[in-house]
């Protein structure tokens, strides 16, 4: 009974610190007209006044609802700590118990019983065991005989099976093999090597015959005179070759030295000729262009004097036109500062009211479900935390047999959540009282809890019991007013099934509903030992979709949930009304920015205009300074011209003359020239013919000396042929004579390899031998094993019977133990609980006396409310009366207003009142939401809950 005392210390602190706070923190602030009463107000300070008179009203509202939620919270701590007395003598009636103790005494006497019966047993089991320990260890001597013949067969096998591995069977066999291969491997090469003698011995009869004929075809070539005479034919066709070749290529010289000479006396005379002819045409350009250039020189004169007057005159165009392109430049860089100001302000804006719509649509789907969830009560939370089975046990006719039953909505059902949250209580009462028989407590669990649910409404309509999920343990049902533990646990006795049920030692998890839908409360307990049970069709009902929940976790999350839901709506209708707000925000930055974009389109037109005509005046400019430039380099060109062509048209005159005379003398040069060049064609075709008749004679000599040199070289590669066919036929021979001494090594070296892996074989053979003669020994052996382990099996039987027996004498002596521990506990219980007594009358005489502290404050709250909206209404009406001009700054009617509400003649009459104004009703709506602040507040302040992850956290 602790928990619920400390749950109400907490409320009474809570409360307390809140009736504690000082009164100045509620007081409205102090008005302009009090502090200066003897100045006459302005429109500003009236406006502060008004202001100040609002932010009291606010003030007053927080301190009305912080004192009445410290009065709720203390009628609260005051409830809970009657309960908590009614509960602590409650558990002083249990304690006080003289049939209970009367029961421990007798079984205390009992478990001494108990003990000398075990002690019994002890002393027969010690004998059985001393029989079987002579068996156990003559079986040991028979194991240990067995174990030694095993060994020696074991190292005979080991003896011959190590003589056997020393040979490398696979290795042998491959030697064997491989003898065989390299013996037929010899054979064939010793066969291919008498192939290839055969081959070369016909090869060398064939090169003998080729030299022979090359020796007859040789004779004339081997003849010395014979060659030396074809020699000498040959020198003497180069003589005569060589001396025609001689005059044949000093007639090309000639001709050639006289084509030159004719060809450059002719180029001469072409050049002459033209040097002078254009001499002429040079002389008579000149004079014209002497004419010409005396005409432009003054034609450049005139047009330098009119590109100096363009060029000032565009000189003062272009000065004003970059003043005003200036001016209109800085406008566009103003223009397009305010504009980028603007858009992020816009952006800003808008992005402020994309947040609100958001949020807005997302408090008000909360909102939504919250209206959907909370009618459906358990319903609606099961599928909140997404714990679908317990959801469907309570909706699903195809899941649970009886769900019609179940009237999930209905405010007498289990499923309400008033009921949901009573039967917390209860289960919280049943591990209390596991917990103070040294039972360990227990979980609870969404399935679990539906379950309970639906059985409890079947129960309140029919009256009785129904078990619809099987596989679990069993449940206690009651009906009636009152607790069900009084008739579960206690008013019954030890060993009644309910009682039993309840301090079962291995339950896991417990489920709670109370039903109000039959003539009389129906109250189910159910019990598990398993995290999983099955419905009527063996479908698995999961108990938890989470981690185990303990009774007070699970109840912080159901009032979490429950504080959530019904917040739902207060929190969307603050997100639309910061909606609004942002959206007017986001309307105004816009209307903002199209009055910055039209300043900045306006200002880049009027930048471009005044850019246009400032390029225009450059270009203007640019183009008399170029002309002007352009004159003066024409005149400075024309004069320079005429002075050029006047000296050289003196000079052309006197080249001219050269020219011609030069022309005369190239003419006779060019006739003399050709007239050699003819006789020069004449000496080279004389030698021509000459070097043509040579060749032919030098030819027919080269061919009969080529005759002779082809004889002998023939006769010397046929030689040569013939030697090397005798060296190979050699060669060949001796390749035959070494494959047949290989063929004998290879048949030596397989039959040494068969001889080897015939004793290795032999050996294989007596290894296995030994090795049957082990199999044998080791079957012994594990015969005499067996008959070990048997007899060492038994006497581990007896052993344990024996120590099962020691056990049992330790248990029923702390059997003993216990019972008198239990008796000293209910006596010690007793004095506790009255103990528990005393501390819930102190708690309940301190909640009382804070209630009537939280209740005078709360009075004190409502008239200071009160007093505030009477000045605020004083404040505005004189505000209204200012700025309509029934009054003015130095009117005492204002004061008048501030002081008593009314203005005498500043036409006040027929004003809207407080709750008409725009004003005021802003003020209301700004009161009301830190009223629900300030109450969500202490909500908080009360308890810091623990949500589970499919909750929000509501806004503080």
Known sequence: MKKPMKIAGTALIAAVGLSALPTQAFAAPTLLSESSASQQPTLAELQQRVAEAAAAVAAAEERVSRASTAADLMRDAHGTALADLAAAEAALREVNDEDA?????AAAAAAADSLAAAKDAETQAAADLQAQVAVHEASQTALSQAATALKAAEEDAQAKQAQADTHDYAALESATQAATQAENDATAAHADATDALTAKQAEAVAAKEA???AEKDAVDATDPDKYAQAEAAVAAANKVLQEANATHSDAKNVHQAATTAHTDAKDARDTAVANETASQAEVDRLKVAVETSSTAVASATTEQAAATTAKNDAQTVKTAADSADATAQQEK??????????????????????????????????????????????????ENRGATDALRVLTDSTFTLNQSYVKVGNDNSATSLDNFKQSLEYLKEANSIRQLRGVPTVNVSDAYMAIAMANADYAATEGKAVMQFSNYGTENLAFGSGSPFNEWYYDAQDGAIPKTILLQQDLRFM???ISGLGPQPAYVNTFYTTDSVTNHTGTPVTSRTTAPFTVEDYEEDLDSYIYDQIWAGVRHEESADALMLATQAATAAASELTAAEKRHTDAIAAAELTASAKQEADEAFNAASTALTNADDALAAAQSAHTQNTTDLATAEAELEDNQALAATAVETEKSAAAHLASANAAVTDAEAAVVAAQQKKTTADVALAALDNALENLQQAQDASDAAQQAEEIAQG?????LADLNDARAAREAAEAAEASALA???AAEAAQAALLDAQDAHRDAVAAEAAASEKRDELKAAADAATAAVTVAQEAQDAAADT???LLAAVAEAEERVAEAQAALDKAADALDAAEQELAAANQALKDAREAYERALA???AFEEGSVTPKDPAVDDLITNGTGGDAGTAGKPGLANTGSAATLSIAIGTASALALAGAGVTLAARRRSTQHSVPSE
């Open 211 to 213: 030299l022979e004929k």
């Open 511 to 513: 489920g709670f509903a």
């Open 823 to 825: 008796l000293d506990r």
């Open 735 to 739: 390749a035959v004579d070494a494959a």
């Open 878 to 880: 004189a505000l209204e």
């Open 333 to 382: 860089t103003a223009a397009a500062t305010a504009l980028g100001a603007a858009q992020q302000k816009s952006d800003d804006a808008e992005s402020a009211r994309l947040a609100a719509v958001a949020e807005e649509a997302r408090l008000k789907h909360l909102a939504e479900e919250a209206d959907r969830l909370l009618p459906m009560g358990a319903a609606g939370y099961f």
């Open 763 to 765: 050996d294989l053979a």
């Open 101 to 105: 103790i009367a029961d421990a005494t």
